[in-house]
């Protein structure tokens, strides 16, 4: 390849996301779209946000009112999901808690992503002693007992902002997908478009963002998207040993916790923000295997779809081809 092929390349890859951005743009679009699971996981986590933020305005309950005439009933007209054993409303409590959980996972996952993404990146491209000391320090990571450190270090940060908490469940949850992202960077660098940038004069930082995690942009859409349902897992679960988000303030896994010993007598304390909680969950995984379909025509998911789609066209083909059988005998 000569220098001036290579100067081309660069300037198309370059210009790839500006002139073809569109077109692929809508590819993945019309492709997502036709994924009826993905499709129904957006429309959920898009009506659980409207619910969430609007739904509190559609009463006239507060987060800290206290209903001195009802405590723990079951839900009515005046209180749809009950009320708790101090008179709060509980759908004004599993609103904020929902607010809480699908903004602290729309933080947490992206966040994890990126540090995956920039911890994987340099360590394949730098090599020698600085790939030698990230792998170790990643490994290291892996060994580590992540939720019981969590436990440890989330009382230390009570009574501050709890976006340190969304850092500490994103600091414990990237090392994973930086190994793969770091394998993908090694593929890559050996790649004549990336060597050609180097000959040229174009810098290491530059290099990886214009033309190394581009190339690997569907992996880390997939896994943001993957990893906003691990955080908010995560979340979930320490606030309902206690170590997550604190009171005052409440999310689906504080909620959950309270009310797990009255599952049996007051199911509604426990029964709506767990339904809650799955149901994000449920929503975030379907647009995630929707994504990997839309992105990656090679996904098993994909395939499956496509062999499904050929053979309806079969089937609906072969009493036409029987007729032209009969006629030709």
């Known amino acids: 390849m000569s220098a001036l ?14 002139v073809g951005g569109g077109g692929r743009g809508r590819l993945i679009a019309r492709r997502f779209t036709r994924n009826r699971l993905g499709l129904f996981g ?45 008179g709060q409303d509980m759908f004004v409590l599993t609103m904020r808690g929902a607010q809480k959980s699908l903004v602290i996972g729309l933080i947490g996952g992206p966040l994890t992503t990126a540090i995956a993404a920039l911890v994987g990146s340099v360590a394949g491209y730098a090599g020698g002693w600085l790939d030698r000391a990230l792998v170790w320090f990643i490994d290291v990571m892996l060994v580590m007992p992540s939720f019981l450190l969590l436990a ?22 990237w090392m994973i997908t930086a190994r793969i992202v770091r394998s993908l960077t090694l593929s890559l ?22 033309h190394i995690l581009p190339n690997m942009a569907s992996l880390l ?17 320490l606030s309902y040993f206690g170590f997550g988000i604190q009171p005052p303030d409440v999310s689906l896994g504080t909620l ?37 379909d839309a992105l990656d025509p090679n996904a098993a998911g994909a395939k499956a779809k496509a062999k499904r789609k050929q053979r309806q066209t079969d089937e609906e083909s072969l009493p036409g081809d029987t007729t032209v059988v009969e006629i030709a005998q």
């Not at 270090?153 to 994103?170: C, D, H, I, N, Y």
């Open 5 to 18: 092929d290579a100067a081309k390349e660069i300037d198309e890859t370059a210009l790839a996301p500006i």
């Open 189 to 210: 660098k050996s790649r004549e478009f990336v060597l050609a940038a180097k000959y040229m004069g174009v810098s290491a930082p530059r290099i990886i963002l214009r």
């Open 152 to 173: 440890i270090l989330s009382p230390t940060f009570k009574g501050k902002t709890w976006l340190l908490f969304v850092v500490l469940l994103a600091a414990f949850a």
């Open 42 to 86: 957006l429309i959920v986590i898009v009506l659980l946000f409207l619910a969430a933020y609007l739904g509190p305005y559609l009463t006239h309950w507060q987060l800290t009112d206290i209903d001195f005439d009802n405590f723990q009933t079951g839900p009515s007209s005046a209180h749809w999901f009950g009320t708790t054993q101090t």
């Open 221 to 237: 859409i997939i896994d943001a998207t993957i990893s906003v349902a691990v955080t908010i897992l995560g979340e979930s679960g």
């Open 256 to 292: 959950i916790g309270n009310g797990q010993d009255a599952v049996n007598t007051y199911p509604w304390l426990f029964m709506f923000p767990a339904g809650i909680l799955i149901l994000i969950i449920l929503a975030v995984n379907f647009v995630g295997d929707g994504l990997r």
